[in-house]
């Protein structure tokens, strides 16, 4: 079973049980996380300064991140940066959440 977690005009995250990992679906591509890595992938982009790239004149416009829990390479520009930051960060804020309730409701009933 996959549950939606997150969806922006440019990507979706979802939870899958079965595999025990989750999926960014992208326009270009998909990329598939386990926990750790979904963690790590969001705290590398917690640490880009998005103000310092649009304020440095010679900027690129595009950000390449090494995620080497998958072996692979992004390759976004800033409207897709503040998307995956967004998306992830909304992602591990559900996750928290549902971690919390679960412990509400596993102490009430047991």
């Known amino acids: 079973m996959m549950e939606l977690l997150v969806e922006n005009s440019r990507l979706r995250v979802f939870q899958r049980d079965a595999h025990n ?5 992208t326009t270009a591509r998909n990329y598939s996380f386990n926990i750790c890595g979904l963690m790590a992938c969001n705290e ?5 300064n998005l103000a310092s790239i649009l304020l440095d004149d010679q900027h690129p416009g595009v950000e390449i991140i090494y995620l080497a829990c998958i072996q692979e ?5 800033i409207l897709d940066l503040i998307r995956w930051k967004d998306a ?20 009430t009933h047991f």
Do not use: T
């Open 21 to 25: 990992d989750f999926l960014i679906e």
């Open 44 to 48: 590398k982009l917690k640490k880009i």
């Open 73 to 77: 390479v992004l390759v976004l520009d």
């Open 88 to 107: 992830l960060s909304e992602a591990i804020a559900i996750l928290e959440i549902n971690s919390q309730l679960h412990q509400v409701i596993y102490r």
